[in-house]
T-cell receptor
Framework: AQSVAQPEDQVNVAEGNPLTVKCTYS??????LFWYVQYPNRGLQFLLK??????LVKGSYGFEAEFNKSQTSFHLKKPSALVSDSALYFC????????FGSGTQLTVLP | DGGITQSPKYLFRKEGQNVTLSCEQN?????MYWYRQDPGQGLRLIYY???????QKGDIAEGYSVSREKKESFPLTVTSAQKNPTAFYLC???????????FGQGTRLTVV
């Protein structure tokens, strides 16, 4: 079975500061890992994914994620947060079926 | 534009009624999925289909039914057997293993 944990329900960060949204996973074999963002009353939008290769993955809107196999983590990062980054972020794992974490509400304070 | 269209955006159901949520995609994706989203619980898989005329139950299939008669369409019926149907429902499609999922804008179902 595959699973994902997002240990923080809420993350607050000041605009211009770096942000990190944490994700750990459990899966047999090599993982397919994803980050999605959701704005209120909307569907999910794809940000980035890790399949194989470099441990640092770059995605949309300046986001990146660091894959760490030994810690089974895939944390989402951005060097400088914007107020417009405020949204609900989901980590997911899977190949043909995605299993999602419970989500982390990111609030960027002006 | 290619994408996934869910309709309606808002849906109200009376007790004991069946209702059907529409999901259409023009991305030519083989796989389609239905998720339910409740506050604080993330997305839970209801049903999925990897190919036309075939579908499998997800983690919370009880009280729901689906069909996949066409590649483009994957409607979800919420039956009267679903005791707590009030939720946000999301449809998604994928091209293949390890590819990103594309999501519709969701249908918010409320029991009145």
């Amino acid at each position: 079975a595959q699973s994902v944990a997002q240990p923080e329900d809420q993350v607050n960060v000041a605009e211009g500061n770096p942000l990190t949204v944490k994700c750990t996973y459990s899966v047999s074999g090599n993982p397919y890992l994803f980050w999605y963002v959701q704005y209120p009353n909307r569907g999910l939008q794809f940000l980035l994914k890790y399949i194989t290769g470099d441990n640092l993955v770059k995605g949309s809107y300046g986001f990146e994620a660091e894959f760490n196999k030994s810690q089974t983590s895939f944390h989402l990062k951005k060097p400088s947060a914007l107020v417009s980054d405020s949204a609900l972020y989901f980590c997911a794992v899977g190949g043909r079926q995605l299993t999602f974490g419970s989500g982390t509400q990111l609030t960027v304070l002006p | 534009d290619g994408g996934i269209t869910q309709s309606p955006k808002y849906l109200f159901r009376k007790e004991g009624q069946n209702v059907t949520l529409s999901c259409e995609q023009n991305l030519n994706h083989d796989a389609m999925y239905w998720y339910r989203q409740d506050p604080g619980q993330g997305l839970r898989l209801i049903y999925y289909s990897q190919i036309v005329n075939d579908f499998q139950k997800g983690d919370i299939a009880e009280g729901y039914s689906v069909s996949r008669e066409k590649k483009e369409s994957f409607p979800l019926t919420v039956t009267s057997a679903q005791k707590n149907p009030t939720a946000f429902y999301l449809c998604a499609s994928m091209r293949g293993k390890g590819t990103e999922a594309f999501f519709g804008q969701g249908t918010r179902l409320t029991v009145v």
